[in-house]
């Protein structure tokens, strides 16, 4: 494969492919899905392969469906109006079958989303019928839609693990907010792990970066996830 970001064939979303690196077999490799925040867009991901440093990972990075300043968001409206949330959702799950029709498991597919990627990369886990290899949130939450506790009994999401790391300097959203939302989660029965670091909104290269890869490779440290559910 091409060492160049390539187009994915969807029509759901504008995407761009990262190949994993050169000699891996077919049968190594595993897919992160990238979901950016509000008024971002993939071009902040493309150096992902060069941050995480994980050979074996082919990265497949997504403009959300709506326009919104210089960039994309995933729903037009705020999570409690549940439409603009279940339309992401609707297109998501369809872009799973498509992976699925082309070979990929979706035990090896992972998914990444910041702020409010992470709230939808959050929401798909919960609501999708399969299990999945991990889930990252960084600088999001969770919104929890009326009848979740009833759709999660039908979903893989206990058997995905889940990482959320946030920072204690993070002013839009508040690291209070997270909080409450991991111990939903977990009252739940839901295999989070969470961290805190010394950041903002944004990504902690020198800390969280190195955390994040380590928690992907390590399987070990994924079981973590499910000990502290």
Do not use: C
């Not at 979740?148 to 300097?169: D, I, Y």
């Amino acid at each position: 494969m091409s060492s160049e970001p390539m187009p994915f064939p969807t029509d759901l979303f504008e995407s761009e492919w990262i190949p994993a690196s050169k000699g891996i077999p077919r049968s190594k490799q595993k897919l992160m899905i990238v979901l950016h925040g509000k008024g971002d867009k993939l071009d902040a991901f493309r150096s992902i392969k060069q941050e995480l440093r994980l050979p074996n990972f082919n990265y497949l990075l997504l403009n959300a469906p709506k326009r919104y300043l210089k960039g994309y968001s995933w729903y037009s409206v705020e999570p409690r109006h549940e439409r603009g949330v279940r339309g992401a959702r609707t297109k998501l799950f369809k872009l799973v079958e498509e992976l699925k029709e082309i070979g990929w498991a979706s035990k090896d597919i992972y998914w990444m989303g910041h702020s409010q990627g992470a709230l939808i990369a959050a929401d798909l886990v919960l609501n999708h019928p399969d299990s999945f290899g991990g889930l990252v949130g960084v600088s999001g939450y969770v919104w929890f839609f009326r009848g979740w506790q009833r759709r999660v009994a039908r979903s893989g999401a206990r058997r995905t693990p889940w990482l959320f790391t946030h920072g204690l300097r993070d002013r839009i959203i508040q690291p209070k907010e997270i909080r409450e939302d991991i111990e939903e989660l977990s009252a739940n029965d839901m295999p989070v792990l969470y961290r805190e670091f010394m950041k903002g909104h944004d990504f902690d290269y020198r800390k969280e970066v190195p955390f994040i890869r380590k928690w992907i490779a390590n399987a070990r440290l994924r079981r973590q996830s499910f000990l502290q559910a």
